[in-house]
């Protein structure tokens, strides 16, 4: 499927951070049909039992997939979590290719709803969430008045054009 645009990463973030030395460092696209998909790989940091991604991170991604999917019809909006629900099918490796897909179900003016998964390389998909998330500003969500949008919003460049 092809991809319509990458999205930006943050400087800090655990999940898309690209200065955080211990994130997954995660890039994000979104695709023609109107999904959106993310590109990463765990690391052996990033382990719960050997050989197997900690829970916490594989919900991060989830939550993270889902509440960037709503940049594909609110470009721009912010949004927190409510609800989050995570479902582990199969163990999830470090040091693989990964892919999580994510869906908006449900758009209105005060929250959204969508569901994810990850999958391997082989299509299997390891691990599903659906997720509730209400819409705020960047102030309510970081009050702090250091807060800078080129943080949040930091464009890396890449190559790709399509994903399964």
């Keep these: 499927m092809k991809v319509v645009k990458k999205q930006t ?3 800090d973030c655990i ?3 690209t200065e955080n030395p211990n994130g997954v460092h995660a890039s ?3 695709m023609e049909d109107g999904s959106l998909r993310a590109l990463f790989h765990f690391d052996a940091k990033h382990q719960s039992y050997p050989e197997r991604t900690h829970g916490g991170l594989i919900a991060g991604i989830i939550d993270e997939s889902i509440g960037r999917a709503i940049w594909i019809k609110k470009p721009g909006a912010y949004a927190c979590t409510l609800k989050l ?10 040091g693989v290719p990964l892919v999580c897909k994510a869906y908006i ?4 003016n005060i929250c ?3 569901h994810a998964e990850i999958c391997n390389e082989k299509g299997e998909m390891l691990a599903k969430g659906t ?5 705020l500003t960047l102030k309510q969500i970081s009050p702090e008045e250091d807060v ?16 399964d």
């Design 9 to 11: 990463n943050a400087t």
């Design 15 to 17: 999940v898309c951070g």
């Design 28 to 30: 994000f696209y979104e």
């Design 85 to 94: 629900n995570i479902e582990y099918h199969k163990g999830v490796p470090y």
């Design 105 to 108: 179900d449900h758009v209105d």
């Design 112 to 114: 959204f709803k969508g």
């Design 131 to 135: 997720a509730l998330y209400m819409f």
């Design 148 to 163: 800078k949008e080129e943080d949040i919003n930091v464009f890396v460049p890449d190559n790709v054009t399509e994903i």
